[in-house]
């Protein structure tokens, strides 16, 4: 008796043809038949899902992706965080020189309770800016000064002879930065930045002085966890593991701590001597992590110690603050600082790798070997950094043996001083000689407006149209297009709405994804926005037209088409204004 399936047979309907066209089988009980015939259609998903695991392009977990990007010596990123300036005020009565810790110097974002964390102390010393009484202006309120100041810097006065009539010795007042040589001064910081300056009636007379009272210092959306123990080695195992299951850990700080030895985290073990303190960080599925230790050839094992953890948690593209002057409540215990804000925007906050990200760049790194050597070998190594969602880079931009590489941080915007200077320093480091002239210059984003007249097909009304014209024209120029359509091509289009709320401002749901997915879509056609783009009138029908249910036609009076950007330059979405013809 042979075997009734057919190899060719692995679906249910397929399985039960071949009972029925068996003669032993076609008679027997209908409930047999469907069981067996819906085992073999369970197992033969099974086994394509094994087969699809197998390899990178096809794999559709996270574990499996990254089980796969280790044999290529690429591990999937976990959360970066949004980094940016934060000015922290020193109390008048503070003894100078003061050293601040670092776990002193925390500010807090009182909308979202999201703690933002320095990495490094601050050694504040005197900071005074001297000026004789002619350098201030009555009629204007303009100061002349030697250096720049920062809008919403707390300032004191003193002076060897008598202060200008209306400004006081006791008294705390802020800077309104005019130009790198000239201020004003403000009541108060929300003064100072909305531009709102104090009046002088006469100059006064001697040397005015002004002691400035707020220190800038690089900060990152964290939440530091102190050291404690993960477990013990026993000190003979291979490869051991240690959980740690906190979700959403910074790579950049995590500290691993045996019997005193501070171990370093490498990228693999597998040029790591037998007597090599290394370690390697891995992200799980639920992404928690785990730290890998060596087998004694590739790597040290570690003694039988408890192996110590300290790291920071946060991150992610919620991060980001857009605003200046958001991040206001000092967090910290010491007493020589009495307040804070933020004087740029944090930017560089990004989630986990997305699963399309990691099959695109691992095997881009692979081939980059680590090194700068070609242009796809710097969008690789940037890509994999973190915080930076989209990156171009134009060679001899500088001279010879350099480039200019531009970057969109995740959530959008630019990437940001300090994140573009840490990227600059890594580049060089990758580069020929260590010795490529690398710049990482801010991006021209611009932000195009754009006014249209729709015409509806019959049988739809505007409020069922305008909405989703309005977010078609804002992701066709948003440079957040690429973010969007990666979250979108990995995560699916729940993921990828929440993006597009989180960036727009919007509050689409569930009931919107069908006609939202139709409009992501259309970037299959033309594209999502590069730096350098020419943008045509037909770019723009394909995508709103063809994504967008109920237009018969639509005219545009802004922006004027064809656009050319510069090769630094990328657009953003700017206002929407739409009429109905």
């Not at 086994?47 to 999937?76: G, H, K, P, S």
């Not at 969008?379 to 970057?407: D, E, P, T, W």
Request: net charge negative.
């Amino acid at each position: 008796m042979g075997n009734p399936i057919k190899y060719t047979s692995r679906t249910f309907n397929t399985i039960m043809a071949d009972f029925n066209a068996d003669a032993l089988l076609a008679d027997k009980p209908e409930w047999s038949k469907r069981m067996a015939a819906g085992v073999g259609d369970v197992l033969s998903v099974w086994q394509d899902a094994a087969a699809n695991q197998a390899f990178l392009r096809t794999a559709f977990t996270r574990r499996a992706v990254e089980d796969l990007c280790q044999w290529i010596d690429y591990v999937m990123s976990g959360r970066s965080t949004s980094l940016g300036s934060v000015m922290f005020d020193l109390s008048p009565d503070a003894a100078l020189p003061v050293t601040v810790s670092a776990a002193n110097l925390v500010a807090v974002q009182s909308s979202s309770g999201k703690r933002f964390e320095a990495r490094a102390a601050l050694a504040a010393s005197i900071s005074t800016e001297a000026t004789l009484y002619t350098a201030w202006a009555v009629a204007t309120g303009i100061i002349t000064v030697a250096s720049a100041f920062t809008s919403g810097e707390k300032v004191r006065l003193s002076t060897s002879g008598v202060l200008p009539a209306g400004l006081s010795a006791s008294v705390d007042y802020f800077a309104i930065y005019l130009s790198s040589t000239t201020v004003k001064l403000a009541a108060s910081r929300a003064e100072a930045l909305a531009g709102t300056a104090v009046a002088f009636t006469d100059q006064g007379s001697g040397t005015h002085t002004m002691t400035r009272l707020s220190r800038a210092v690089v900060c990152y959306q964290q939440q530091s966890v102190d050291s404690y123990s993960l477990g013990q080695s026993d000190g003979l195992t291979a490869f051991q593991s240690f959980n740690i299951g906190q979700v959403g850990l910074i790579r950049d700080t995590l500290t691993v701590t045996i019997n005193g030895v501070v171990w370093t985290r490498v990228d693999s073990l597998i040029y790591s001597l037998p007597s090599d303190t290394h370690y390697r960080l891995v992200f799980n599925t639920d992404l928690s992590a785990q730290i890998e230790f060596g087998d004694g050839t590739y790597g040290a094992i570690p003694g039988a110690y408890d192996v110590y953890a300290g790291y920071a948690y946060g991150g992610g593209s919620d991060s980001n603050v857009s605003g200046l002057n958001q991040i206001t409540v000092y967090g910290g215990s010491d007493s020589a600082l009495t307040g804070c804000f933020n004087t740029t925007t944090f930017v560089g906050g990004g989630d986990e790798e997305t699963l399309d990200h990691a099959k695109r760049y691992a095997p881009m790194l692979l081939k980059a070997r680590d090194r700068f050597v070609t242009d796809d070998d710097g969008v690789a190594l940037v890509q994999n950094y973190g915080g930076v969602m989209q990156c171009k880079i134009n060679r001899n931009v500088y001279g010879i043996l350099s480039c200019q590489v531009l970057g969109i941080a995740a959530g959008g915007g630019d990437a940001g001083s300090a994140l573009r200077a840490l990227i600059e320093t890594y580049l060089i480091e990758r580069s020929v000689l260590d010795d490529v002239d690398v710049h990482f210059d801010a991006s021209t984003i611009t932000p195009e407006n754009v006014t249209a007249s729709i015409k509806l097909l019959s049988g739809y009304t505007w409020a069922s149209v305008s909405a989703y014209a309005s977010l078609a024209f804002k992701l066709f120029f948003s440079e957040v297009g690429f973010e969007i359509k990666s979250v979108f091509d990995s995560s699916g289009i729940s993921d990828a709405v929440t993006l597009i709320n989180t960036v727009f401002g919007t509050a689409f749901v569930e009931a919107d994804h069908p006609s939202i997915q139709k409009i992501v879509g259309q970037w299959d056609q033309i594209g999502v926005r590069q730096y350098g783009d020419t943008i045509e009138l037909s770019d723009i029908n394909t995508f709103v037209q063809g994504g967008v249910n109920g237009i018969d036609y639509f005219t545009m009076t802004a922006p004027t088409l064809p656009l050319a950007c510069g090769a630094d330059e990328i657009t953003t979405s700017g206002t929407v204004t739409l009429v109905q013809l």
